[in-house]
């Protein structure tokens, strides 16, 4: 299909990029939108991680719930619609904590603490106080990135498979850039603030393990998927070491294991390393650059830490208004 609307460069096809870009063709569809990126999935952060949404962590009155709220109605509407094709699950979810928390911020979803009576029951002998409990979704974008990237080409997108070196290289051919770049931002947007926070996973086969379970305080983690388990993590800030690391592989199967035993008799798929692109807060926001006297909009979409997945549809939703706004368009008022 060819379009004849203002151009517009997405950089980068994780969860943010193909999320942005395919949510900007819904709101503007006659926009020339063109997605560049060096990986593509099954090979980007996004297709290592578990997926879970767990946006009740963050303050009712900030931006994360926000962007996590609008996330957690849209899984629900996908899970329902189209949830094995689009890879999103629901689950019974349990979040674990050292100490009594007020963490019941979600008063939109039925979210409850448990009593230890209910916890010794899920967790025999665990010795667990302290927990919550609600329904969650959980995107695997294995599944998920490849739905989206349909829908962008159905859309009239345009795929670019290239490594962008600096805005200037691209800046000429757009009115828009996207800067979804994730880690990669560290060099295009110049942002040392930016750094990799480690994760390393087991992907196991544990077909009977239903209840999605975080314990907080021990950084562990349990998440059911369709066909696999992941067993997590660690959260290394500045590491930027891509392999497994052994030390860390012993750590996290202890602790799983404590969590829950029946995991010694699952089989192990494989093992994971991706790197979180960790910054202090996100960064959705529009710059101008000035590229050979010209002056480019940018608008920036990334730095999503530890919770790329939590966010990306109610961070999409923001930025395709910024981009319209760049533009001079009619915005839409932003639906799910
Ligand atoms: C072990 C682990 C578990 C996780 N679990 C969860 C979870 O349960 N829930 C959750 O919400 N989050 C989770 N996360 C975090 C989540 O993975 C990230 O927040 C999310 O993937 C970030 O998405 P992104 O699209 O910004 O980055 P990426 O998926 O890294 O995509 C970046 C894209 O930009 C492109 N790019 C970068 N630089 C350039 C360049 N110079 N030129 C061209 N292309 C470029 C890349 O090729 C890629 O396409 C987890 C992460 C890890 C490591």
Avoid at 237 to 257: F, G, M, T, V, Y
Wanted: hydrophobic letters at 35%; a positive charge; one cysteine or more.
């Amino acid at each position: 299909m060819s379009k004849i609307g203002k151009r517009v460069c997405v950089v980068g096809a994780g969860v943010i990029g193909l999320s942005t870009a395919v949510r900007l063709l819904d709101v503007a569809p006659s926009l020339q939108v063109t997605v560049v990126a060096d990986l593509f999935t099954p090979f980007t952060t996004s297709d290592g991680a578990a997926g879970v949404n767990v946006f009740w962590n963050y303050q009712p009155d900030s931006l994360l719930y926000k962007w996590g709220f609008s996330t957690y109605m849209y899984g629900q509407k996908l899970y329902k619609e189209n949830g094995h094709l689009t890879g999103v699950q629901q689950f019974f979810t349990v979040d674990i904590y050292d100490k009594e928390t007020n963490c019941i911020n979600a008063s939109d979803i039925d979210r409850r603490k448990l009593s230890y009576k209910e916890l010794e029951a899920l967790y025999p002998g665990s010795g667990y106080r302290y927990g919550t409990s609600s329904l969650t979704y959980l995107t695997e974008c294995k599944i998920y990135l490849p739905w989206l990237m349909k829908r962008f080409k159905l859309k009239g997108g345009n795929v670019l498979h290239r490594h962008v070196n600096s805005f200037d290289e691209i800046a000429a051919d757009y009115d828009v850039i996207v800067n979804c770049s994730g880690l990669g931002a560290r060099q295009l947007a110049h942002d040392d603030s930016i750094k990799p926070v480690r994760g390393q996973i087991f992907r196991v086969k544990a077909p009977w393990i239903k209840i999605a379970t975080y314990d907080h305080d021990k950084m562990t983690y349990i998440f059911p998927r369709s066909n696999d388990v992941i067993v997590g993590g660690v959260y290394q800030h500045d590491n930027w070491d891509l392999s497994i690391n052994h030390q860390d592989r012993e750590n996290i199967w202890k602790r799983a294991c404590k969590m829950d035993p029946s995991l010694k008799h699952a089989h192990i798929i494989n093992e994971w390393v991706g790197l979180r692109p960790g910054r202090p807060e996100v960064r959705l926001e529009r710059e101008v650059i000035v590229v050979n006297g010209k002056k480019v909009n940018v608008v920036h979409n990334y730095g999503h830490s530890s919770r790329g997945i939590t966010l990306h549809w109610g961070c999409a939703v923001d930025a395709s208004q910024l981009v319209l706004q760049c533009l001079q368009l009619n915005t839409v008022q932003s639906r799910l």
